[in-house]
């Protein structure tokens, strides 16, 4: 196997559960699901999913630039949400940056994340 970087984003969760923001091997770079926190850890957008879907799409784009990278490399997409019927409001944020870029893209109802103020979780894969 090519070199593994592991990549962080100093959320405290990363050493207390042992995962990485996100894991690069040669080209490839494949992110752990990523929520609407702010440097500080607090969740921005309460009760607002499209919020929320912006702010986790910044905090993906953040992490890109920091190794050379940016929206244009992802290829595939997992959305979670706690409610289907969010689908338009995390769609149309998804629709503003990836119109044209369009990865592979997977949207799913879950029961539960992380946080119960959390509404939407996205995990990507990108190629640099």
Same mark, same amino acid.
């Given at each position: 196997m090519e070199d593994k970087e592991l990549i962080s984003g100093n959320a405290l969760w990363e050493k207390k559960y042992g995962y990485s923001r996100a894991v690069r091997v040669g080209s490839f770079v494949f992110f752990s699901g990523t929520t609407a926190t702010n440097t500080e850890g607090e969740i921005v957008g309460l009760n607002d999913p499209y919020q929320q879907t912006k702010q986790i799409y910044q905090?993906?784009?953040s992490?890109?630039?920091?190794?050379?990278g940016d929206l244009s490399n992802i290829v595939r997409v997992r959305i979670y949400?706690?409610?289907?019927r969010y689908k338009d409001e995390i769609m149309k944020?998804?629709?503003?940056?990836f119109s =044209? @870029?369009?990865?592979?893209s997977t949207f799913?109802?879950?029961?539960k994340l992380f946080e119960p103020e959390m509404l939407v =979780? @996205?995990?990507v894969d990108a190629v640099l």
């Open positions: 905090n993906i784009a992490y890109l630039a920091s190794i050379n949400t706690t409610d289907v944020a998804h629709r503003e940056l =044209e @870029i369009r990865p592979a799913v109802e879950v029961s =979780e @996205i995990e």
